[in-house]
């Protein structure tokens, strides 16, 4: 099948990343048509942009059934599936370094609290004459520990959302001249963040905690 040729003049240029600047042309709808060999009404794809808050599912249904032969409807994940498990898989990744970096940086914790219990190792054996027990003066460690690996994890994860906004409204960070890096705060991630640093953090905390020692 010989292709088709138009006459046509550029009107602009759009610049947004090196893939779609490779991959896209944009036309008139007739001008498409009568390229593709297509009949006038007729067309491959339809996109449509949904309202914040809507059902995606439901709209998927309506579209169905409006048209009278059968059409598939995809949303923007299932039309970019691979990109979409390369980024869960970066996500996953990213996770497990952090959960890395973060054990690293409790070992500080762990060594200090070690450190603030043989500095303190005169006023142990005093509070345990006074009648404390080990593991009452274990528990001031632990707490200690803990609040610590709190207050942490709250001023971090506030840095991170105020990172999070600047880009969102400043676009400091560029993939390409026209195009920010993407970023968003999504509630359930800075919960998992906050539950790790937690969990990770008592554990910390209850390890060094058990090195006190006062027989």
Do not use: C
């Amino acid at each position: 099948m010989p292709y088709r040729q138009a006459f046509s003049v550029v009107q602009g240029i759009y610049q947004l990343t090196e893939e779609l600047d490779k991959k896209y042309v944009f036309s008139s709808l007739d001008e498409a048509q009568f390229l593709l060999g297509l009949s006038k009404g007729q067309v491959s794809a339809i996109e449509v942009k949904l309202a914040p808050n809507a059902d995606e599912k439901q709209v998927a249904e309506q579209l169905s059934q409006l048209f009278q032969e059968p059409v598939v409807v995809k949303n923007r994940a299932q039309l970019n599936d691979a990109l979409y498990r390369m980024l869960n898989t970066e996500n996953i990744a990213v996770y497990l370094i952090f959960i890395l970096v973060l054990i690293i940086a409790l070992f500080n914790l762990v060594g200090a609290i070690i450190m603030m219990i043989l500095d303190k190792k005169d006023d142990l054996q005093t509070l345990y004459a006074l009648g404390m027990n080990e593991k009452q003066m274990r528990q001031i460690f632990f707490w200690q520990g803990t609040m610590a690996s709190v207050i942490g994890a709250l001023i971090g994860i506030a840095l991170g959302v105020a990172v999070v906004l600047l880009q969102q409204h400043f676009e400091f960070v560029m993939i390409s001249p026209t195009l920010a890096y993407p970023v968003a705060i999504t509630p359930l991630n800075v919960l998992i963040v906050l539950a790790t640093i937690v969990v990770l953090g008592v554990l910390a905390s209850l390890v060094a905690s058990s090195r006190v020692r006062v027989k």
